[in-house]
C-alpha cells in the first residue's frame, strides 16, 4: 500500500529518499531509492531492509527524540562499494522520519587517490634520500680516507640525487598538464617535425643502447592543432620506453599514417605507432601502465631510473589534445604503443 502523497512528495526529490512511519515500516520510497534497495520494501520493517546497527540506532532515536541526525551507510552495488552519507528527519511529531542517502563514493575516492599520492610521493623520494643520507656518513665515517671508495660513493650520490631531480621534474610537469588539460591547443603544427625532433633528440640514447630506430613518416605535412613541446614530450617517453624496456640490441618502429575518419575521434585523424621487440608487457599490466607510478616491472624499471610518471603524463597531454593512445602487446613478441590524433583540417575544409 504505501503512503501514496508521501510517495509523490518524495518522487521529487533527486536523492535516493524513504520513509519509515511510526510502526517502524517502510511507507513510501522513491524511484532513485527503489533502484538502490528494490521497489518491494515497501510496507517492511525497516531493520530488515537497513541492516547497519550505526543507522538503525539513529532512526530509532529519531523515532524517539524528534531530532535529526546524520549516519553512514555502506552498500555495494554493481560490483562497487558505495559510501552514503544519510540524513534523518522527521517530518513533524507522529509523522513519518524521512531518510536521505547521499552518495559520498567519489567523495570518498578522490580522498583516497590525494592519500595514495602523497604516500606514493613521499615513498619515492625517500628512497634515494635514504640511500644519499647513508653514503653521507660512510664519508664523514669510514670512507673518509679511501679516495677510491669517495670516487664509487660520489657517483652513486650523483645518481640518486638525479632520480630525485627526475622525479620532481615529472611531478611538476604532471601538475602543470593536468591544470591545463581543459584548454585545447589552438597552435596548428606540422607532426613530422615533432617526430623528427623528437628523433634527433633520442638519438644519441638509442645509439647508447645500441638500438636501431626505423622511421616511416609520411613526407607531406602531418597537421594538427597542439602544443609543440608537449607532444614532443609524448614521443620522447614513448620512443625512451622503448629503447629502455625493448632491451639493447633490437629495433624500434615509428610509423605514421593518416585515416580519413577515426570513429572513436569522429573525425580525420593520424595514428602513430611506436613498437618494440622487447619481452612486451603482461595483459594485467595493460590497462594499469598510465597511472601515476605504475611498473609492471618496478625492480627493472626503478634500476633504469623511471619514475613511473610517463606515461601518466602521455595520458593526460593526449586527453588535452583530443588524442587517446592504445597498448597493445604479447609476451615475448614486443609492445606496441599508439597514438592517436585529430588532424586539422584547416579552414578552408
Ligand atoms: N615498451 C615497453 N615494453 C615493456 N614495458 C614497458 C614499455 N613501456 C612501458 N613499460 C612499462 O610501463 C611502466 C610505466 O612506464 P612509464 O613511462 O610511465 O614510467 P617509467 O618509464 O618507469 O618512468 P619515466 O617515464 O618517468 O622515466 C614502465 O615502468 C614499464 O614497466
Ligand atoms: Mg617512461
Redesign the pocket.
Known sequence: MGDAPLTGLLATLPLPTLAIDTAQRIVALNPPAGRLFGVAVVNRHFTTVLRQPVLVRAIEACLKDDTARQAPYLKRTAGRDGTYDVHVQRIGADRPVVLSFQDMTQHTDAGQMRRDFVANVSHELRTPLTSLMGFIETLRGAARDDASARDRFLGIMEAEAGRMN?LVG?LLSLSRVEADERVRPTDALNLTDVLQTTLRNISPLADQAHVEIMADVPSQPLRVLGDGDQLQQVFA?LI???I???GDHQRVQICASTETYDRTLRAPAVQIDIT?S????APEHLPR?TERF?????H??RAM????????IVKHILNRHRGRLKIT?EVGKG?C?TVTLPLDMGEDS
Open positions: 627526475r615529472d617517453n625512451e620506453n622503448a629502455k624496456y625493448g618494440d622487447g619481452p612486451g608487457i601502465l605504475y611498473r609492471a616491472d618496478s627493472r624499471s631510473g623511471g619514475t613511473g610518471l610517463g606515461l601518466a602487446s609492445a604503443f
